[in-house]
């Protein structure tokens, strides 16, 4: 199984990105999908989870209202829109499959994550 994220760059504050993470050698249709994030010196941190129908979403509060998960099953594709970024927002974010029988997708912890993405680097600087 790989993951292969991209989107990343560099913005000003205020701005806006799309990040995607294709899944290879995956069922992903039948895969819940998260997003985390790591800063420098700080522990990855959950940010968004979606069901693996699409329907359900879940965010972390500190990016509520801003940022948007979706997927496209037909693409092995997870996306996280990320709008109004804030300086505070600048880490390297990460996409991942949680494990199958994870009871509730809201309550995703990086130890419930099977397979990793690589990383894609968004900064917020002026």
């Known amino acids: 199984v790989q993951l292969q994220a991209s989107g990343g760059g560099l913005v000003q504050p205020g701005g806006s990105l799309t990040l995607s993470c294709e899944v290879f050698?995956?069922?992903?249709?039948?895969?819940?999908m998260g997003w985390f994030r790591q800063a420098p010196g700080k522990e990855r941190e959950f940010v968004a989870a979606?069901?693996?129908?699409?329907?359900?979403?879940y965010y972390v509060n500190f990016v509520r209202g801003r940022f948007s998960v979706s997927r496209d099953n037909a693409k092995n594709t997870v996306y996280l829109q990320v709008n109004s970024l804030k300086p505070e927002d600048a880490a390297v974010y990460y996409c991942?499959?949680?494990?199958?029988?994870?009871?509730?997708?809201?309550?995703?912890?990086?130890?419930?994550?099977?397979?990793w993405g690589t990383g894609t680097q968004v900064t917020v600087s002026s």
């Open positions: 050698g995956r069922t992903f249709s039948s895969d819940a």
């Open positions: 991942g499959v949680p494990r199958r029988d994870l009871a509730h997708i809201a309550f995703m912890m990086e130890s419930d994550i099977d397979f």
């Open positions: 979606i069901s693996a129908n699409g329907i359900n979403k």
